[in-house]
């Protein structure tokens, strides 16, 4: 079953622009599918899967003429998983300046590697988009209010990779899979990461800290690291789409907390199978922590599917008052608190020295006026 992403319309307003694109996303959530689709009804179109040493040995030698006969007379050029070429960036440099009539799109499964094998090649030469799995609003789409209304329970604790979602009975096994011979193995590759034991443990004390603010030295203490470490593990987990940090927003005042953040996970699905707990969300003991995560991560999906030219923070100050998100965009302030129940909640006093435009509560009634309405 094919289920459309938000993005590829996205993807599709800037082919044949005489830019390469590139495809982020972790592993497993349908870059390869997505790309497919894209050439699916297109005769001149061609696909190489470079995690195959077949394709991958194709792009050398890397002369003109060489290209010429890999590419042929295709409009559309896939390179898949395009991080495992050698010298990648050398190779899209000179399709792009080369075949400035052909739109060569590359894919791959961590900005970190494949950022840092194209860098100042492509300066100018690229549009960047990225996949997560499934967000809600897509399933929404596809499914309609009241279908995905009853996938709910199953989301907020089991996620949206979409082979997950797809094979909802097999979920469980299938995302521990996932996160011990994909995620967790990418990370211990591209990383160079030799103690996975550390990574794991990371990750775990994030998974139970979901909606708290994360103190560095606070981990490292706990997991007996040093502070350098824990952030660039933190970094690596990020450039490989498995969390996010959200940083707090402050206007200098001095009772505000300034280099603070939160650490969200992407997928839902992802956290409780680091933690590896699948109990129902209706009985779970953290079901304000993986709300808060699911509403923040829909926001972020959102504002990356349509390239959305909004920043978004979490507000704290050193009286503890707190706003769980805060959206900003052409210097217009809205302001959200994410409750389970409809409580009715006073804007904190510390805060109306902004003026947002807005102050409104995120529950568990009117979500989908935000996550989905925002998306359309």
């Not at 077949?54 to 050398?60: N, P």
């Not at 389970?340 to 435009?357: E, H, N, Q, T, V």
Request: hydrophobic residues 40%; proline residues 2%.
């Amino acid at each position: 079953m094919f289920i459309h992403r938000i993005v590829e319309s996205q993807i599709k307003r800037y082919f044949f622009k005489r830019r390469a694109i590139i495809l982020y996303g972790a592993r497993q959530t349908g870059k390869t599918t997505l790309v497919k689709h894209l050439i699916k009804n297109n005769e001149k179109s061609i696909y190489f899967n470079a995690d195959l040493i077949v394709d991958r040995e194709l792009w050398h030698p890397k002369s003109v003429n060489y290209l010429q006969t890999i590419i042929k007379e295709n409009e559309l050029v896939i390179i898949d998983e395009a991080q495992n070429i050698k010298d990648i960036g050398l190779v899209l440099k000179i399709l792009v300046d080369n075949f400035p009539d052909k739109q060569i799109i590359a894919t791959g499964s961590s900005s970190f590697d494949l950022i840092n094998k194209t860098g100042e090649s492509l300066t100018g030469r690229k549009w960047v988009f990225n996949l997560y799995p499934f967000s809600y609003t897509e399933i929404y789409n596809e499914f309609g209010v009241y279908k995905t209304r009853n996938f709910l329970d199953f989301i907020l604790v089991y996620g949206m990779y979409p082979e997950a979602f797809l094979n909802m009975e097999d979920a469980e096994d299938i995302l521990f899979d996932l996160v011990n011979s994909y995620l967790l193995k990418d990370i211990l590759i591209w990383g160079r990461i030799r103690r996975s034991d550390k990574l794991m443990n990371l990750l775990r004390l994030l998974a139970y800290q979901t909606g708290n603010v994360v103190s560095y030295n606070k981990l490292a203490n706990e997991l007996d690291m040093d502070i350098v470490t824990v952030k660039n593990y933190i970094d690596l987990l990020e450039k490989c789409f498995i969390v996010f940090r959200l940083p707090t927003y402050s206007g200098n005042l001095s009772n505000e907390l300034k280099k603070s953040r939160k650490i969200y996970f992407w997928d839902l699905g992802i956290r409780n199978a680091v933690i590896e707990d699948f109990t129902p969300f209706e009985i779970r003991q953290d079901k304000g922590q993986i709300w808060e995560n699911f509403i923040v991560s829909e926001f972020m999906k959102n504002n990356s599917n349509l390239k959305a030219a909004k920043r978004l923070y979490f507000w704290r100050n050193k009286d503890k008052s707190e706003i769980d998100l805060v959206e900003l965009k052409n210097n217009e302030i809205k302001a959200f608190e994410i409750k389970l129940k409809k409580d009715k909640i006073r804007i904190p006093a510390g805060f109306k020295r902004y003026k947002p435009k807005s102050f409104e509560t995120i529950n568990f009634s009117n979500f989908e006026e935000y996550l989905v309405n925002n998306a359309m």
